[in-house]
């Protein structure tokens, strides 16, 4: 599925499809969210939950600016192949 294409579609369809289809990769918090990244056909997509509602404010694609956020909490050491 094309970005602009995935952007376009319902906040249920959107979390349809991440629950279903995506592979999980981090999650931290971001001022009054709790933040997942999903990698999902190629594409990094970001869930921004409510901490205290627990409710879905928003998903979408997520552009590699947006992914620096996510750079303090990789560990390089855990990349590593044994």
């Not at 995935?6 to 906040?11: I, M, V, Y």
């Amino acid at each position: 599925m094309k970005q602009a294409r995935f952007d376009e579609l319902s906040l249920e369809d959107k979390a349809l499809l991440v629950y279903e289809f995506a592979s999980p990769l981090m999650s931290i918090e971001f001022y009054d969210f709790r933040v997942h990244l999903f990698s999902l056909n190629g594409h990094f997509i970001e869930l921004y939950q409510n901490i205290e509602t627990r409710q879905i404010h928003r998903i979408a694609t997520a552009p590699y600016s947006a992914l620096d956020k996510y750079l303090p909490r990789i560990l390089l050491g855990t990349l590593r192949k044994k």
